[in-house]
């Protein structure tokens, strides 16, 4: 029988220039998307950290990590919007399993 639903994580970096009511926008509109198409979800922001090498000749960057349970089509869907957003640095998406 197919998989249905799995524990997906992902990490991402936004460019912390755009000023803080950017980043709460950011992240709250990401939260909301995993909301309408998934369950569980958490989001745990890790703030501003040192990168591990520059990106765009930025030295740092806004880190925020989010859990959540849902079909394969929407991680796709996430990846896709991640890649096009403003201010989005990196993203990396992960599924944990079951």
Known sequence: ???ITANYEVVYVLDPAQGEEAIAAQVANFKS???QNGSD??????GN???AYPINY???????LMTFV???AFP????RKL???????RSLIVCKGE
Do not use: H, N, Q
């Not at 796709?76 to 990846?79: F, K, N, Q, V």
């Open 1 to 3: 029988m197919a998989k």
């Open 33 to 35: 998307l995993a909301e």
């Open 41 to 46: 979800v958490v989001v745990e922001e890790w």
């Open 49 to 51: 950290r040192k990168l």
């Open 58 to 64: 930025k030295t740092e960057g806004y880190y925020v």
């Open 70 to 72: 849902s079909g394969p």
């Open 76 to 79: 796709r869907e996430l990846d």
């Open 83 to 89: 890649r096009i957003a403003e201010g989005v640095m």
